[in-house]
């Protein structure tokens, strides 16, 4: 618990950055959303202004975000430059996978049919995911 405790405050030195950014972000695309919805043709839209919400605070802030902080803590720019670039190649590498496969029209038809619940439980799943690997290094940082 003390670990946690520290991370916190650690995060907490420059609060604009992880308090204030994150809901100018949200806001942003708020606006963004409005202005989508004002602006299409029809009677009903769907934004994805909810699934922001999921995605970028949830995930990227609070799991993601501290994943990076204790990385860049612990292991200065030599971690973090790999941690990027570990990120960068298994990224190229689905997208290689896909792109000999030709099943980047099947990767969009199943993003594109996703129900909220389908979406809702790919995006738990990606926050577990990111969540466990940010425990494994918390349990290695000594802040």
Not at 30 to 43: C, K, S
Not at 84 to 113: E, M, N, Y
């Amino acid at each position: 618990m003390r670990t946690w405790v520290n991370v916190a405050r650690y995060h907490l030195v420059q609060p604009m950055i992880y308090l204030g950014l994150p809901w100018a972000i949200m806001a942003f695309s708020f606006a963004v959303n409005l202005i989508i919805f004002h602006l299409a043709p029809g009677g009903r839209h769907y934004t994805g202004a909810v699934a922001v919400i999921y995605l970028f605070f949830f995930i990227m802030v609070f799991i993601y975000g501290m994943w990076f902080g204790l990385v860049r803590r612990r292991w200065s720019l030599p971690g973090t430059v790999t941690f990027i670039a570990a990120q960068v190649t298994a990224l190229l590498a689905v997208a290689l996978l896909i792109t000999w496969a030709h099943a980047w029209p099947g990767t969009g038809r199943f993003f594109s049919t996703l129900s909220a619940v389908g979406l809702t439980g790919l995006l738990a799943v990606l926050a577990a995911t990111l969540l466990a690997g940010g425990y494994a290094t918390v349990r290695r940082v000594t802040v």
